[in-house]
T-cell receptor
Framework: SQTIHQWPATLVQPVGSPLSLECTVEGTSNPNLYWYRQAAGRGLQLLFY??????ISSEVPQNLSASRPQDRQFILSSKKLLLSDSGFYLCALMGEAYNEQFFGPGTRLTVL | QKEVEQDPGPLSVPEGAIVSLNCTYSNSAFQYFMWYRQYSRKGPELLMY????GNKEDGRFTAQVDKSSKYISLFIRDSQPSDSATYLCAMTSGGYQKVTFGTGTKLQVIP
């Protein structure tokens, strides 16, 4: 079965610092991968998705970027964090039946 | 107008009650409908899905889709304190199109 790992689980970073969040998946090959951000009262916001190594599509213009250096690795980065980057970051992969999304455990980011 | 509207709650019910959670949507192209349950500080987990209109039952949970009214529901029978969570509806038109999520309804089942 498919498993999604995310780390770290929680992170507190100062404004202006860099960010690197990692997502790795097991039990599947060539998955479609997604980064979402969940902010209080705002639901799930799709940030990036990737259909393969080196292929990244951005949904929302912002100071975040994503990379997919390996088939089962998806990385979310920032050079300089903003206060507004605080939130719960979720990595997801797409199921094979009907676009259903399976989510990882998430990383809670607080920018101070 | 948002593509998907969901009452944020919170919804507080006594243990054993029947719970009704609802979403409305505006995009008539949506064909696949999902419900996710999210416990505090955890990632959402897929609870149920339905395709097109109709009902689907899984234990104490029933998902209902009315495409003519653009309205979907999740019913929870004999609610338990362990059902206390945020429930998100989600939908997509399929064909590798992105999934659109509701903002979630927070449910608390009181023992």
């Amino acid at each position: 079965s498919q498993t999604i790992h995310q780390w770290p689980a929680t992170l507190v970073q100062p404004v202006g610092s860099p960010l690197s969040l990692e997502c790795t998946v097991e039990g599947t090959s060539n998955p479609n991968l997604y980064w979402y951000r969940q902010a209080a009262g705002r639901g799930l916001q799709l940030l990036f998705y990737s259909v393969g190594i080196g292929q990244i599509s951005s949904e929302v213009p912002q100071n975040l970027s994503a990379s997919r250096p390996q088939d089962r690795q998806f990385i979310l980065s920032s050079k300089k964090l903003l206060l507004s980057d605080s939130g719960f970051y979720l990595c997801a992969l797409m199921g094979e039946a009907y676009n259903e999304q399976f989510f990882g455990p998430g990383t809670r980011l607080t920018v101070l | 107008q948002k593509e998907v509207e969901q009452d944020p709650g919170p919804l507080s019910v006594p243990e054993g009650a029947i719970v009704s959670l609802n979403c409305t949507y505006s995009n008539s192209a949506f064909q696949y409908f999902m419900w996710y349950r999210q416990y505090s500080r955890k990632g959402p987990e897929l609870l149920m899905y339905t395709y097109s209109s109709g009902n689907k039952e899984d234990g104490r949970f029933t998902a209902q889709v009315d495409k003519s009214s653009k309205y979907i529901s999740l019913f929870i029978r004999d609610s338990q304190p362990s059902d206390s969570a945020t429930y998100l509806c989600a939908m997509t038109s399929g064909g590798y199109q992105k999934v659109t999520f509701g903002t979630g309804t927070k449910l608390q089942v009181i023992p």
